[in-house]
């Protein structure tokens, strides 16, 4: 099973400024890699996919980067809407599977 | 615009066998998408279970492969996911999701608790 580490568990920021995510595979994966953001009581968003496609509808203030190993997802100018929990996966497909990381909360 | 519905039975008693659907609407589900399901508790996070095509083409979790049940009614256009001998372990929220890689819609989610 491929591990997927995220880093920090939480994120301090104030409103407007950038925040930067990390996620860590613990193979290579590619640009196999999504992230999503969840807010609580609500299903998680997806928010990029191949490790730096913005979904429809996300604003260019979400960037992803990365590829193999290392990941990071950018969030400038903070807006309140933001603050929540995040989390990347990767997905490989063969053997199939999907794994998440355990997330890392943007707050306030 | 597609929405996914997560229903089931909510409580459920150990060794029981857990049936989940989900309704699919505004998108067919034999339209060339894989829908899956991941579940989401506290202790192991987000944990993907496995996804099916309308064929009844499906993959699993290693770890979850020999209790799982995966399919798809086109009839109704919803999807199902079937565990077997559920365990305290198993008590999570349930979503499903519409993707074979990364998801990209998703239901609200049902919760399902093991007791």
Redesign the interface.
Known sequence: ?IVMTQSPATLSVSPGESATLSCRASHDVSS?L?W?QQKPG?????LI?RASTR?TGVPDRFSGSGSGTEFTLTISSLQSDDFAVY?C?Q?I?W?????????TKVEI | QVQLQESGPGILKPSETLSLTCQVSGFSITSGKYWGWIRQSPGKGLEWIGNVFHSGDSFSNPSLKSRVTLSADTSKNQISLRLTSVTAADTAVYFCARGADYMEVWGKGTTVIVS
Request: glycine fraction near 12%; hydrophobic fraction near 30%.
């Open positions: 099973e196999n999504a999503y609500q299903a998680p968003r997806l996919y979904a989390f996966q997905y497909r053997p199939p599977e999907l794994t998440f990381g355990g997330g």
